[in-house]
């Protein structure tokens, strides 16, 4: 069992950076996959990026590569999303969630979810 707590987020203006932060409890936090989802207004939930339990495999939505960086602590049994040049289009209430080992793209295969923090990007 594993529960994440998300912080981080708010609003921001087009350009800017924000990090968001999922911290997990249990033991076997490091054994997981970890991914960070978003869900716009009137849109479905969709794949941001993604790390292998050790943090050495990565992978990201096209709309985020070269702005957006995911990476996790284990020792702090924390993932994090670092997000830079933020543009509105990225507005939308962002999701952690943990899962098996891979870089998987699919909600549906994740396990375990953040509570859901909002981030707002003004134009």
């Known amino acids: 069992q594993v529960q994440l707590v998300q912080s981080g987020g708010g609003l921001v203006q087009a350009g800017g950076s924000l990090r968001l932060s999922c911290a997990g409890s249990g033991r076997t936090f490091s054994l997981f996959a970890m991914a960070w989802f978003r869900q716009a207004p009137g849109k479905e939930r969709e794949f941001v990026a993604t790390s292998s339990w050790s943090g050495g495999s990565t992978d990201y939505a096209d709309s985020v590569k070269g702005r957006f960086t995911i990476s996790r602590d284990n020792a702090k049994n924390t993932v994090y999303l670092q997000m830079n040049n933020l543009k509105p289009e990225d507005t939308a209430v962002y999701y952690c969630?943990?899962?098996?080992?891979?870089?998987?793209?699919?909600?549906?295969?994740?396990?375990?979810w953040g509570q859901g923090t909002q981030v707002t990007v003004s134009s």
């Open positions: 969630a943990a899962g098996p080992a891979g870089l998987r793209k699919v909600q549906d295969q994740y396990s375990y």
